[in-house]
């Protein structure tokens, strides 16, 4: 079955240490997007991207980092500027023919716990 | 930009009893409208969608939600829950007037509903 793959779903790690959260699609869907969401903030864009080797800021850029250098990869990572990590991300995809629209797919999320 | 506010956090309710999970949004030339359903630690389904035509749309599980011009809103009720609709509920919206391409959530309403 078609789908989006987060791994891992949980992930501790220490305060100044670099993670990678995976988000792998075999969808064949252009657009991909990473959120994160906090209680009581609904869900924020990291960031987004249409195509292979394209990526673009959303709301809260800042100590992320993202590649897309394959369609189904979109991986993310948190950097050790980012202030607070501790949330649930959930990567995303565009459902084909939703360009206007922006209908998305979603993965199942990573939660992420900066000890 | 374009903004979507739910007003209420948390929606207890009765099981069997109606309820209405709020949704407004910021004006635009034209928008399509998302409610999607999130259960515990996953990723987010979509429940319905207003993209044009008929204003009022359904879901298979008995939920609706209305577009309102006029009172830029997109409420969501249904007229009798059960337990297993306890979930969180995130309003979305995408202007069409707008070259992000990129769906913008609310903060959510988490329902529960009681025995």
């Known amino acids: 079955d078609g789908g989006i793959t987060q791994s891992p779903k949980y992930l501790f790690r220490k305060e100044g240490q670099n993670v990678t959260l995976s988000c792998e699609q075999n969808?064949?869907?252009?657009?991909m997007y990473w959120y994160r969401q906090d209680p009581g903030q609904g869900l924020r864009l990291i960031y987004y991207?249409?195509?292979?080797?394209?990526?673009q800021k959303g709301d809260i850029a800042e100590g992320y980092s993202v590649s897309r250098e394959k369609k189904e990869s979109f991986p993310l990572t948190v950097t050790s500027a980012q202030k607070n990590p501790t949330a649930f991300y959930l990567c995303?995809?565009?459902?084909?023919?939703?360009?206007?629209?922006?209908?998305?797919?979603f993965g199942e999320g990573s939660r992420l716990t900066v000890l | 930009a374009q903004s979507v506010t739910q007003l209420d956090s948390q929606v207890p309710v009765f099981e069997e009893a109606p309820v209405e999970l709020r949704c407004n949004y910021s004006?635009?030339?034209?928008?399509?409208l998302f409610w999607y359903v999130q259960y515990p630690n996953q990723g987010l389904q979509l429940l319905l969608k207003?993209?044009?035509?008929?204003?009022l749309v359904k879901s298979i599980n008995g939920f609706e939600a209305e577009f309102n011009k006029s009172q830029t809103s997109f409420h969501l009720r249904k007229p009798s829950v059960h337990i297993s609709d306890t979930a969180e509920y995130f309003c979305?919206?995408?202007?069409?007037?707008?070259?992000?391409?990129?769906?913008?959530f609310g903060s959510g309403t988490r329902l529960q509903v009681q025995p």
């Open positions: 995303a995809s565009r459902v084909p023919g939703a360009r206007n629209t922006g209908e998305l797919f």
């Open positions: 207003y993209l044009s035509g008929s204003t």
């Open positions: 991207s249409q195509i292979v080797n394209d990526f």
């Open positions: 004006s635009s030339v034209s928008v399509y």
């Open positions: 969808l064949n869907h252009d657009a």
């Open positions: 979305a919206v995408r202007g069409s007037d707008t070259g992000r391409r990129a769906l913008t």
